[in-house]
């Protein structure tokens, strides 16, 4: 039986060669992860560059001026910067809800093309501005079109891969979002050499690219086929499937989408829907990942990554240097991710994860609490590279673990009738929680000094010990089958699960 349903398919992957077609839309659609990724990876830098600061921020300008004044972990702490990085994710965390609608009503595609549109005119405001309310408005209507490219990315991503083939796929999302995090670094790595005050101008101006890029990709690729039947384009829908999977005979899956898609059909209110016991787990789960992902504390070093460096007490262009080093090992880990995640399955990778993780923080939060005090910071050279170190192992096991599952499971475990619903609270939760830190961390930071990294490794611990017991495996099952061959076998969620024929809309199994 098919998720439940009255089709049988006879279990198991569905026919489907990896196509070229399905290749390029993968690659196409996943360039929005490069704009949410330089967004992420620009304002660190930016914040750092003295040209910036005096132009928008002079207080803290004149703080960085005065060494001495403030505490070595204070130095940063304003709620003006802070607010400057994090009013992207307020924005995208609102516009989801309005994404939500769009990605069920208008489809995948088209919802791609409207973030596409967003991060082109924000793009112009940022680099356009001459006030801090322009350079916010840029921000906030970038984060628009992260609240609809986070939402419409991952679903294409899941929908339109093979089986046997989609975390690796779906993985493409957020190995452009490192890319697009390593690009911002090294962008301001050169522009901080200009000394005529535009190189902050020219950071930001070049979201302009990965903008245009997922423009014209979300042009160009089909939508899926899960959405276009969901949208009554069964023909379509049909026709899509068969290009992608690049075979004649698609009836067993066309079929599961087509049930999948009538179940769909009778929810009245998607938000409600969600609350039904059936859908609970996928719920649950797809909140928590959120949460968990932002509390590794890993937007702590994306975003601050340069001015962590340097209350560590590295001059700005070796912070700058380090902050480079960290986002290569974070494009570079993601592509393991890619390789084993079909193989060696999710919870191997979130469990391996959780362990490093919360060595390299326990290991940073013990160098930094003895060596840099207030004033004085005595972390020599060699304890330096340490905590560079270990600030990479750290950064290294989130790109292979909740970085990327913190997008694909989700993506991947909701029923259709709630897919696009559950998305979009899955990603208001990432943004609400990124917002969290993006506003308190530097606060954070100044009061709890290197405690910050004690703090962070008791939240790897806690998302571990959930993994263990709560997070199922979903490597190599189709997307319309998890209720079947996930939920209903899963020691604790299954009992979530039992209302699901007595409830389910009549005419099923
Ligand atoms: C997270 C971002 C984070 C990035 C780092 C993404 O999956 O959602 O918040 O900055 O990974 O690579």
């Known amino acids: 039986m098919a998720g439940g349903f009255g089709v049988s398919t006879g279990g198991g992957d569905f026919e489907a060669k990896i196509t070229p077609l399905v290749i390029i839309s993968c690659i196409m659609a996943a360039s929005g992860g490069l704009m949410f990724g330089y967004d992420i990876g620009i304002s660190g830098g930016v914040t750092s560059m003295p040209d910036f600061l005096k132009k928008f921020f002079p207080v803290v300008y004149q703080k960085q001026q005065s060494p001495g004044l403030d505490s ?68 906030i209507v970038l984060g628009c079109g992260v609240g609809f490219a986070n939402q419409a990315i991952p679903l294409f991503l899941s929908e339109v891969a093979p089986t046997r083939i989609r975390g690796a796929l779906n993985i493409l999302f957020q190995l452009n979002i490192t890319i697009g995090i390593l690009v911002a670094n090294l962008i301001n790595y050169g522009t901080s050499k200009l000394t005529d005050g535009t190189g902050w101008r020219i950071s930001l101006g070049l979201a302009g690219v990965p903008a245009f890029m997922l423009t014209v990709g979300s042009l160009i690729v089909v939508d899926t086929p899960n959405s276009l ?3 009554g384009q069964l023909e379509a829908g049909k026709a899509v499937l068969k290009r992608i999977r690049g075979i004649d005979n698609v009836d067993p899956e066309y079929l599961e989408i087509v049930e999948a898609s009538r179940v769909a059909g009778e929810v009245k209110n998607p938000f409600r829907n969600l609350l039904k016991r059936r859908n609970q787990p996928s ?32 001059k700005s262009d070796a912070s700058l240097y380090s902050a480079v080093i960290t986002g290569l090992v974070n494009v570079l880990s993601t592509v393991v991710s890619i390789v084993i995640v079909d193989k060696a399955g999710r919870r ?3 469990l391996e994860a959780g362990v490093q993780m919360f060595l390299s923080q326990m290991g940073v939060a013990v160098v930094m609490g003895l060596k840099v005090k207030d004033t004085t910071n005595t972390l020599g050279h060699g304890l330096g590279i340490l905590v560079v170190i270990l600030i990479c192992s750290f950064v290294a096991s989130f790109a292979w673990s909740w970085g990327p599952l913190g997008w694909l499971i989700p993506s991947e475990t909701f029923a259709l009738e709630a897919r696009s619903a559950g998305q979009s609270i899955a990603v208001f939760t990432n943004m609400l929680f990124t917002f969290i830190i993006a506003q308190a961390f530097l606060s954070m930071l100044c009061k709890m000094k290197s405690g910050i990294f004690f703090f962070f490794s008791a939240w790897v611990l806690v998302m571990t010990l959930f993994t263990v017991f709560l997070i199922p495996e979903t490597k190599n099952v189709p997307i319309e089958e998890m209720n079947d061959r996930v939920w209903k076998k899963h020691w604790f969620w299954k009992r979530f699960m039992d209302e699901w024929d007595m409830e389910a809309p009549k005419g099923h199994a």
């Open 283 to 314: 719920l649950i789960i797809g909140i928590m990942m959120q949460v968990f992902q932002q509390f590794t504390g890993i937007n702590a070093i994306m975003f601050y990554a340069p001015v962590l460096f340097q209350t560590l007490g590295f």
């Open 348 to 350: 191997m990778l979130l």
């Open 72 to 139: 070595n972990y204070c130095k940063y702490d304003n709620q003006g910067l802070q607010l400057f990085t994090s009013s992207l994710y307020l924005a995208a965390l609102m516009a989801t809800f309005v994404a939500s609608y769009s990605t069920k009503m208008l489809g995948r595609k088209m919802t791609m093309l409207i973030a596409g549109i967003f991060f082109c005119v924000g793009t112009v405001f940022n680099a356009a501005a001459h006030n801090l309310a322009m350079l916010i408005i840029g921000r």
């Open 229 to 231: 039947i969901q949208r």
